[in-house]
């Protein structure tokens, strides 16, 4: 659910062509990268976070836990039904709390439930996964979980600077996806965490539409880097990689969704 101006349902077609363009499961928490341990939020609205776009309404999720030290803790049961305001609705979301405790990677993954897109009539299932580190210690956040549709880095994603790049792998159940398509979008407008909205200013002004969704292709062994040319919060979702392509007799799009933060030289 773009936001579209006036087109022929003809031109429509041929412009969003591509599947699920600009949805993106978030796994929001401020700050990725953190000295001490304590309680963090996790929102999780499924938005299009570059643009402050529509918040669509998903069924409950079908996992969320997180992995830690190689060790897998289920948070199904804290996922809590919510709100996120977008500039364009105010829908309904999910959040959950999490208390970190001792150093290391806490890999977050999330996986929604699959969601009817009706104007391309088909199915998105996204896999998120979302890593906040304690201390800078580095324990699990390289790992390759083997999920149905997954993006491995191959760069801290929290200790990455602006105008530095990050890489990764694009893989389903441990197999690399040559030439994935990727879409990329800047976590333009801040979430804010208290009030479950987006700011309404954005911190960057896209020069042209290209820029807001942005599009690459992984190489032919599934590894695909880009340069993060702003500090903040960034997604990639790697569409329809997943080893699960149907979905309650529909097409399915089962995209493999990760979350990174650059920060500013000082
Ligand atoms: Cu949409």
Redesign the pocket.
Known sequence: ??KKIALTAAASAALYSSVA???FQMVYTPELLREAGGPISLKLP???PSES??V?AVDEPEAFYVVKKGKKTDLLDTVKPSQWTSASNTGSSYEAQYSLRGLGDYVFIYEMAPYY?A?EDIYIQQISKSIVNVGSLPTDWNEDFGLKAEIVPLTKPYAIYEGGTFTGVVRSEGQPVPFAEIEVEYVNYEPNSDTNAFASEGNIEPPADAFITMTIFADANGTFTFGIPKAGQWGFAALGVGSETEYKGKELSQDAVIWVQAHAIK
């Open positions: 659910m773009f363009s600009a949805h499924f938005t299009h776009g529509h669509m897109e104007s």
